[in-house]
Nanobody, 126 residues
Framework: QVQLVESGGGLVQPGGSLRLSCAASGRSFNYNTMGWFRQAPGKEREFVAAMGWSGERREYADFVKGRFTIARDKPKNILVLQMYSLNAEDTAVYYC???????????????????WGQGTQVTVSS
């Protein structure tokens, strides 16, 4: 079983930036795709961004395009989500996730993912 541990969440003012990290550990890491979802209070978990672990492809939700960047440190098995121009609507618990499947249109469905971290809280407020 792969363990995914997120870090880097916190309180930030509107317009600010945060960098989330996800460290993967456990059995031989062979997931093809990793990504981030988020869940705000009273809302369903929603897709934020994902990438193939080999780095050949990235996908972003429309509401984060141009503001968030997903990247990975492959040798260290770390996934990063760099977030800029944060606003109150970005307030949520952010979850790291991984799957052995490739990155497809179905990846927007949280049910397609196999492993999840515990989440890290991001709060955007003045």
């Amino acid at each position: 079983q792969v363990q995914l541990v997120e870090s880097g969440g916190g309180l930030v003012q509107p317009g600010g930036s945060l960098r989330l990290s996800c460290a993967a550990s456990g059995r031989s890491f062979n997931y093809n795709t990793m990504g981030w979802f988020r869940q705000a209070p009273g809302k369903e978990r929603e897709f934020v961004a994902a990438m193939g672990w080999s780095g050949e492809r990235r996908e972003y939700a429309d509401f984060v395009k141009g503001r968030f960047t997903i990247a990975r440190d492959k040798p260290k098995n770390i996934l990063v989500l760099q977030m800029y121009s944060l606003n109150a609507e970005d307030t949520a618990v952010y979850y790291c996730t991984a799957t052995s499947r490739g990155l497809t249109a179905s990846s927007l469905d949280s049910g397609e993912w196999e492993s999840w971290g515990q989440g890290t809280q991001v709060t955007v407020s003045s």
